[in-house]
Structures are given as C-alpha cells and as structure tokens.
C-alpha cells in the first residue's frame, strides 16, 4: 500500500505520537499531588532500588511510641526510688527512728575486782570510787519476755538492748571490752544482767579529757 505525506501524518495521529507523555506510576515510587497533575515530573524510584529505612521515636498514628513512654516513666520511678532510698539512708544515719516501744527499767553500776589483800591489808590503792572500777555490771528488767525475745547489741561505748515491747539505747561512762563480756537472763526476775570489763587505758584518757575540759585547757 503507498501512502503519501497526508496519509503518513494521519496514521500517525492516529496512533497518538504526538501525544505528550504522561507519566506513569511505577512499582516502589511514592505518589503526591506533584506527580498526579502532570506538571511537574519528580524523580521516582525504580522498581527493586534499595530504600534506607530510618527508625525513629514517632508512631504511625501520631506522637511518640507508647512501649517508648512506658519505659521512659519506667526509668523515671526507678531513678525516684533511689533518691528515696538514698534520702533514708541519710536520715537513719543523721538521727535516729521514732519508736512507741517503751523503754525498760535499768541501772548501772560499778564493779572492782576485789582480793584478800584489799579487804585485810589495803595494798593495791582501791577505792570505793568509779575511777578504780574493773568493769560495769547493767541490769536491765524486761518483763513479759523470755530470751528469746530479746535481742542484745554491745558496742565499746553503747548498750542497744531491744524486744518486742522494750528499746533500750543507752551511753556507757566508758569504753568497754565487749568481747570479753558476759550475759545472763534471769528468767524468774525477768532481768538481763550484762557483765562488761572495762578498758582501763581509755578509761583513763576520757576522765583526762573530761578534767581537761573542766579545767578549760
């Protein structure tokens, strides 16, 4: 078949060559209204390209990841909680917890280790004063408990006695030899009888201290 210029040029309007190209969608590009009219023609992924995904803190739905919010007040109690422990510890340490247990009758007194020679002749210098005490004996009444119940903590210079009714925290005059003392429960007076050596060389230096004081120097 021969076909002149004329019949060229209808065949091809006809088959739409000059038809401007309209873009379109491909597999992995993202649509937006730029690309929708026509006017403007944006660069578009290709089919397989590699895309970076960036993992950020903002949920699909809008504002932050609610498992991110939840570990965030998680951290925060947590934190809190050891400032509070912290604050307690300080406290425990600085002054001491109130406590409506009562506290328990008791008295101190002074022991000397006495022999025939002090009774009869006088020859090692005692006195019936507490400056030449050998050791303190405290007696303290406990009643309604067994021993069981009483807990006893004896430090150089402390007594901290305690049960289930009764607190006891008391100052010694001086410094004891704790570990050479001794405990006794007498179960029909309901009394704890603690036996404590003293420690002569502190002892001595305390009541120079104290006369040191006393005088101003």
């Not at 507490?130 to 210079?157: A, R, T, Y």
Request: contains cysteine; hydrophobic residues 30%.
């Amino acid at each position: 078949m021969d076909f002149g210029v004329g019949g060229m040029e209808s065949l091809a309007n006809l088959l739409g060559a000059d038809r401007e190209e309209e873009p379109e969608h491909q597999f992995g590009s993202a649509l937006n209204p730029g690309t929708l009219d026509g006017k403007k023609k944006e660069e578009l992924a290709k089919p397989r390209a590699k895309i970076e995904v960036k993992v950020n803190n903002r949920d699909a739905k809008g504002g932050i990841k609610e498992e991110l919010i939840d570990e965030s007040v998680k951290d925060e109690a947590r934190n809190k909680e050891r400032d509070i422990w912290t604050d307690q510890e300080v406290n425990l340490q600085s002054e001491d917890m109130p406590d409506d247990r009562a506290e328990p009758h008791y008295e101190v007194l002074h022991k000397q280790n006495v022999g025939t020679e002090d009774v009869f002749l006088g020859l090692s210098e005692k006195d019936p004063s507490s400056n030449c005490s050998d050791g303190l004996l405290m007696k303290i009444h406990l009643p309604g408990c067994k021993l069981k119940d009483i807990d006893c903590d004896v430090k150089e210079q402390s007594v901290h006695v305690q049960s289930q009714f009764h607190v006891l925290n008391h100052i010694l005059p001086y410094p004891v030899d704790k570990e050479n003392g001794k405990a006794q429960w007498e179960q029909k007076s309901e009394t704890l009888r603690l036996t404590l050596p003293i420690k002569k060389k502190e002892m001595v230096e305390a009541l120079m201290d104290s006369m040191h004081q006393n005088m101003g120097i």
